[in-house]
């Protein structure tokens, strides 16, 4: 293997070990533990031109559904795509 072909295999390595932090909604925690929410509206489909609506919500038992935390309405008026796990807090 020359050494170009060495580079450019560990490249595409690195590369398959880089993970969106992004997650499908489906292995989100249903236990209540809140999480960054990527909920699909018309207006929050990403085009990258406009800011997302990123926000913190919660599986909820006592309804059933994912919860945006802050609200009080139905959670069938809101639908997360994608979740990532709240950052660390400040130290």
């Known amino acids: 293997m020359t050494p170009?072909?060495?580079v450019i295999e560990a490249e595409d390595r690195l590369a398959a070990m880089i993970v969106s932090p992004w997650q499908p909604i489906e292995t989100a925690p249903k236990d209540g533990t809140p999480f960054l929410a990527?909920?699909?509206?018309?207006?929050?489909?990403?085009d990258g031109t406009s800011d997302p609506e990123v926000c913190i919500g919660f599986w909820t038992e006592e309804y059933d559904c994912w919860w945006r935390e802050g609200e009080e309405r139905l959670c069938t008026d809101w639908q997360p795509?994608?979740?990532q796990p709240l950052p660390e807090p400040p130290k």
């Not at 990527?38 to 990403?46: R, V």
Request: glycine share 0%.
């Open 4 to 6: 170009r072909e060495t």
């Open 38 to 46: 990527w909920p699909y509206t018309e207006s929050n489909i990403y």
């Open 81 to 83: 795509t994608h979740w």
